[in-house]
């Protein structure tokens, strides 16, 4: 069964500073994995997604996910984090071959203190 | 959120009665879903529909209904059988159904509080 981890409730950074939102994820077949991002009171804005090929894939707003097949991760990154970063931060996966479900995780919070 | 509607945005439900989120996208996508977000939980998916007139149980189904009568619009039934409404519902569809690589898009979400 596929599923999807992101071992940090919340995950504190000053502005300015790098930033990692860590997914870890189990799927029996090749993975499709994409990151959103949520404010409160608001739906899931998506950020980025794996499919194939290079395994740094970019996306909105300067972030950026690392897709590691050995470690079964797929870490979200920005080089200087801003205060308007604040928010929900969603990783999910598909199983590529013939899946149908998308499994979200349970979300880490992300506090940038300017 | 662009292109996918729902509404209202708070929703208040008495004990024993049926309410209905509504679901209208504009992106002339063939997928749409319904989503259950609790605290600290990941989405859950309580229905998807593929196409027009088809649509099938996600994990926590039980409680819920939906028709798809038109491409643009999916309505979810809370009814009085789901024991625990109170949630954050979210709507999204994507382009060419739910085993493709297509990005689902989401809504803004309805509020529903039970009294």
């Known amino acids: 069964a596929q599923s999807v981890a992101q071992p940090e409730d919340q995950v504190n950074v000053a502005e300015g500073n790098p930033l990692t939102v860590k997914c870890t994820y189990s799927v029996s077949g090749n993975p499709y994995l994409f990151w959103y991002v949520q404010y409160p009171n608001r739906g899931l804005q998506f950020l980025l997604k794996?499919?194939?090929?290079?395994?740094l894939v970019k996306g909105s707003y300067g972030f950026e996910a690392e897709f590691n097949k050995s470690q079964t991760s797929f870490h979200l990154k920005k080089p200087s984090a801003l205060v308007s970063d604040s928010a929900l931060y969603f990783c999910?996966?598909?199983?590529?071959?013939?899946?149908?479900?998308?499994?979200f995780g349970a979300g880490t919070r992300l506090f940038v203190k300017a | 959120d662009g292109g996918i509607t729902q509404s209202p945005k708070y929703l208040f439900r008495k004990e024993g009665q049926n309410v209905t989120l509504s679901c209208e996208q504009n992106?002339?996508?063939?997928?749409m879903y319904w989503y259950r977000q609790d605290p600290g939980q990941g989405l859950r998916l309580i229905y998807y529909s593929q196409i027009v007139n088809d649509f099938q149980k996600g994990d926590i189904a039980e409680g819920y209904s939906v028709s798809r009568e038109k491409k643009e619009s999916f309505p979810l039934t809370v009814t009085s059988a789901q024991k625990n409404p109170t949630a954050f519902y979210l709507c999204?569809?994507?382009?060419?159904?739910?085993?493709?690589?297509?990005?689902?898009?989401f809504g803004p979400g309805t509020r529903l509080t039970v009294l």
């Open positions: 999910a996966v598909r199983e590529g071959t013939g899946g149908f479900k998308t499994i």
């Open positions: 992106l002339n996508h063939d997928a």
């Open positions: 999204a569809s994507s382009n060419r159904g739910v085993a493709s690589t297509d990005t689902q898009y």
């Open positions: 794996y499919i194939t090929g290079d395994n």
